[in-house]
């Protein structure tokens, strides 16, 4: 077990079944960075969080982790994050694997899917504004279906077309 993983499990985490988790996540970035300062997350080269610049000043890790507790996603004396968010963290800030596809609209080009993989657990993850939106953790067969729905199956009248062929056209084609 790597020395992040041993870390995290030395911490403890509030119990929280993922059936009783919300559907998703959605924290401010003092609240992330609190998560990410005290679990050790510090990112990888394909996650979403790189390695921060400076230590946060401790205003911003207090704010966050008011903000946690008063919320019940983190322990009120021991400021320990809910298992299931610090789950869903992890898989976005070291992922092994990363599915993105972009919408493309004239002038303008957007993220439609955004999907983190880590040891088969998948977590949509967005950022919108100052706010970091978690998914659920799905599994690949979701993530396809999600993929598949972002393409819209032509309009048909039906399998024929009427058209006229000249005899030139005709040999040509045939």
Known sequence: MSPKLRGLYHVGFNMRSEDDAPADYELSSPEVLLVRMTCGLYG??????????????????????R???RRGL???ESFRPDRELVRRMLVVSEPDARVVMLAVKPGLAERAVDIYER???????????????????????EVAKQLRLQFQPRSSMGDFVNFQLDAAEHYAFA
């Not at 990888?44 to 982790?65: H, Q, T, V, Y």
């Not at 040891?119 to 067969?141: L, M, Q």
């Open 44 to 65: 990888g080269d394909n996650g979403a969080f790189r390695p921060p610049d400076a230590p946060p000043s401790a205003e911003i890790l207090e704010k966050g982790a």
């Open 74 to 76: 983190a322990d009120r």
């Open 119 to 141: 040891a088969g657990a998948y977590v949509r993850y967005t950022k919108k504004g100052g706010k970091h939106i978690f998914g659920p953790v799905i599994h690949g067969r």
């Open 67 to 69: 903000a946690l507790v």
